[in-house]
């Protein structure tokens, strides 16, 4: 019976795991809801800019505005990395970090000075047990980032590239298409592409137009571009923030799907080890009463 007791320690064990498991698969069910609520209500508005920009922007006024400046070499280039602060996420922070090994090899290949600005402790655990040196570590964003949140990590970076100190900024981030496909992506920050009609067509955005402009469209231009960068930095995080909770909702689904087929192969070894328990107990009762006999 000491196999039966056993048994019956781990069938309890995985039965307490499974709840767990499935508790935290409605949790992120819940958190996935709102986040994904973030990133419906982030896109109009970043669209709407992207296509003011487009319409307001000129080769001359292009080469007056050092967020458009293109250097002929890259010789200095941040990465800012958005991983989450917890893990249970599945594959979710591994694709992030090789995502962003690979960006900083082809970075340094190319003889430029890669430096890396990392929000999220799996991130930060990772690259500081690698000895890579940090730039920037921040950990204190929660699950709901904030446009303030995406200011702090990319202001320093602008100024930096406005004096000419810095060649280009990367965002390393998980794009969420849907709960099942938040593939990590890369996007260029710094300098700012224009994006193309094309691209403003593919995504629903409004026909040309024109616009009064009150004050100067170089003014207004002057204004939107620090915004523009800010608000693609914010998108990134509040997209990562509802993959993070889709990969965590799909590898807690997986778990408490694996904890229910280990639980059905545990109870039926137990039922057959008690069944032989119990067929043994009888034999010798049987045999001890035909010795009596």
């Given amino acids: 019976m000491a196999k039966a007791r056993e048994l019956k320690g781990r069938i309890r064990s995985v039965q307490n795991t499974r709840k767990i498991t499935r508790t935290m698969e409605m949790v992120s069910t819940s958190k996935l809801k709102r986040a994904q609520d973030r990133v419906e209500?982030?896109?109009?508005?970043?669209?709407r800019l992207s296509g003011v920009i487009r319409r307001l922007l000129t080769p001359e006024l292009a080469a007056r505005y050092p967020l458009l400046r293109q250097p002929a070499t890259v010789r200095r280039a941040a990465v800012i990395l958005l991983t989450s602060n917890r893990g249970l996420a599945?594959?979710?922070?591994?694709?992030?970090?090789?995502?962003?090994r690979g960006?900083?090899?082809?970075?340094?290949?190319?003889g430029a000075q890669a430096e890396l600005h990392i929000s999220g402790k799996k991130g930060i655990g990772f690259f500081r047990f690698q000895n890579e040196q940090l730039r920037t570590a921040v950990s204190d964003i929660g699950d709901r980032p904030t446009a303030a949140d995406a200011q702090r990590l990319v202001d320093t970076l602008m100024d930096e590239f406005v004096r000419g100190e810095m060649d280009a900024v990367y965002v390393v981030y998980a794009k969420f298409n849907s709960a099942l496909s938040t593939p990590p992506t890369t996007m260029q920050l710094l300098p700012v592409a224009p994006p193309s009609a094309e691209a403003e067509a593919g995504r629903g955005a409004q026909a040309d137009v024109e616009y009064l402009l009150e004050p100067s469209g170089d003014e207004i231009l002057g204004r939107i571009l620090p915004l523009y960068?800010?608000?693609?930095?914010?998108?990134?995080?509040?997209?990562?923030?509802a993959a993070e909770h889709g990969a965590r909702?799909?590898?807690?689904?997986?778990?408490?799907?694996n904890a229910g087929d280990i639980l059905e192969t545990l109870t039926r070894t137990y039922n057959r080890v008690r069944q032989a328990a119990i067929t043994q107990e009888i034999a010798e009762i049987v045999g001890g009463a035909a010795a009596l006999e």
Wanted: charged letters at 25%; a positive charge; hydrophobic letters at 45%.
């Fill in 103 to 110: 960006l900083m090899q082809r970075l340094r290949a190319e």
């Fill in 249 to 257: 909702r799909t590898a807690m689904k997986n778990a408490t799907d």
């Fill in 41 to 47: 209500a982030a896109r109009p508005y970043a669209e």
């Fill in 229 to 241: 960068v800010r608000n693609s930095v914010y998108r990134a995080m509040v997209e990562t923030s």
């Fill in 90 to 100: 599945g594959a979710f922070n591994a694709n992030l970090i090789r995502e962003a």
